[in-house]
């Protein structure tokens, strides 16, 4: 696994061992940010249920300005923290702008926003049952009002989120396969 795009294109990402991430194929990232185009330049962004941080180290890599990866796992965290040292080296943005936060996500605070864009990797199994409370209470107060959400999940899944539209479905349909949904208010 590697960033894809941008200015730290090609650094590998390290991820720990064990079932505790999930990492985003490269194959799905590059669909996700060539979609995205030129709305990731000098945005803010968020990744929430990091795991490794790729989707918002490829942001970075990319060029936005800047942001914060969300992860629970104290483990992960230490695997994404090297992932963003060595992201930054490249991408000559200042450290400062990007925050590692070990936290759960619903503890995430509206003074970190707000995001132009936040990215969702979240565990599969808890999909359904949590991601429309965290939509309602907290994706609505860190997300610009034009601000783009984008949930990775798997294929056969579709989600009805109150008040938001589901813009735009990147992947393959399938159980097992990996899509990207993008969610704007609506």
Known sequence: MRITGGAARGIPLTAPKGRDTRPATDQLREAVFSSLGSRIEGARVADLFAGTGAYGLEAMSRGAASGCFVENSREVV????????????????????????????????????????????????????????????????????DGLACIEMPGNLEINLPGWAAKRRLGKAGKDKPTMVFYERG
């Open 78 to 145: 230490a695997c994404l923290k090297k992932n963003l040292a060595a992201a930054l080296k490249s991408c000559g943005t200042k450290p400062s702008d990007w925050h590692v936060l070990a936290q759960k996500v619903d503890r995430v605070s509206k003074n970190l926003g707000p995001f132009e864009i936040v990215f969702m990797d979240p565990p599969y199994a808890m999909i359904e049952e949590s991601i429309p409370g965290i939509f309602v209470q907290h994706i609505a107060e860190i997300l610009t009002p």
